[in-house]
């Protein structure tokens, strides 16, 4: 920012004095033309006046004329290589200039209704949890089996975590076509919504600048998951029995981020709305939105890989032990299941045994890699403004949830009955 302000300042001086001299040059000129004649004597012209003697034009007049030249000579010969210097800070200027401009357009469409009256308030804020997007509620007319009318309170997910486990394709591909058969519309123009690609484009902006780090995202879920295990039934009995239930079902009895790290929002038939676990209990992970991860259709999708007997755990031989070399290192037998939960799904990639992907499952342990030059419809291109038009890429580590705890969730879902 330093080396762009200072270029800036090097470039008004230069406007200046071009300027200045132009003004000065228009000035002489004003006078010498405004000059009183003497008389009744007519202006003779330039040509026929008498001029300088060879003496004066050779001497001073040559020396002045000279002397300027070599200064403007010196001052171009200066600004110009400092003016090349210092064009990447320039250009970094106008790259955090346009993210500005972006993720303030995105901000005015986030926020909530008649905050700006001049502006698009869509109150995303007000569904979302606020500006910061942490998690909320939205009032929703559900249609039941028997076409009567229930109003629910559906939990509305975090959107500070979203760029954690979807890529910025996948949350356009949400805001144009929405959420079925929930409270999240349709907001793109393809999908029967007001907003353009770029105002689209926008708000994933925003969202970019309100994203948790990696590592606050997962001591949210840690703090989160020890909340959920205090939770009691009214004979005092633990609400979940496992840590990998109250992490499949993350938010549901407590304010945890609108259910924004739960498997089962996706996973179970009224998690959304339900206001305590007993009332989806019995269907929990056997599908909604989400394929039905009951009836072993886990064990079917990913079957537990043959690992053998004898392994290198990793673990220090005790003293005085001749450690083998032949050992092949210990392998999770569940490891596809593991990386298809940490890396989620994209679409039409093959995934599982016979999965299609559809881009929908999140990786919850690995954020996506972003390409410098988006390709996909409603791109801006290329995405100078966010890294300096580079690839991002994202290794192990940089999702919403740390290993240990997508361990945990594995082991749940493939006790499911």
Partial sequence: MTLALTNETIGWVIFIVIAGGVVIYALINVLRAGKREIGSEIEVAANRKPYLADDQLEGPKLDRTLTIALLTLVFIA????????????????????????????????????GTNPAGLNLNCAGCHGGMKATGGTAPY????????????????PALNTVLLRFSREEVMYILTYGR???????????????????????????????QLTPEQSQQQARDGLKSMMDLKNPDGTPVYKSEGEALFN???GTDV???????????????????NF??????????????SLCGG??????????????????????????????LPPCENPYQDQIDFVTQGSEQGKKYGEHGQGTGRMPGFGQRTNEPGNETF????????????GKDRTFGPGSGMLPDDLIDKIILYERSLP
Avoid at 143 to 150: A, F, S, V, Y
Avoid at 191 to 200: E, H, S, T, Y
Avoid at 279 to 285: K, L, P, R
Avoid at 298 to 308: E, G, K, L
């Fill in 377 to 388: 419809q409603g791109s801006p291109g290329a995405l100078f403004w966010i890294n300096k």
């Fill in 141 to 156: 007319n559900l249609t039941l089996p028997d076409g009567t009318i229930k109003v629910v309170n559906w939990r509305a």
């Fill in 78 to 113: 200066i600004a110009l290589p400092l003016y090349w210097i210092l064009e990447p800070g320039r250009q970094a200027n106008a790259s955090d200039d346009f993210n500005r401009k972006f993720v303030d357009r995105g901000a005015e469409m986030f926020a909530p209704t």
């Fill in 278 to 291: 007993s009332q989806v209990q019995a269907i929990s992970g056997c599908g909604a939105m989400g394929p």
């Fill in 297 to 326: 259709s886990v064990d079917r999708q990913f079957p537990a890989s043959d690992a053998p007997a004898i392994c290198d755990n990793g673990s220090t031989p005790p003293a005085g032990a001749t450690p083998p070399t032949t």
């Fill in 180 to 210: 079925p058969f929930s409270p999240m519309p349709a907001w793109g123009l393809n999908g029967g919504g007001p907003l353009n690609d770029q105002q689209l484009q926008n708000l994933i902006d925003y969202l970019e600048s309100i």
């Fill in 250 to 252: 993350m938010g549901l």
């Fill in 257 to 275: 981020a609108g259910g924004a790290f739960s498997c089962g929002r996706c996973h179970t038939q009224g998690w959304s709305y339900a206001t």
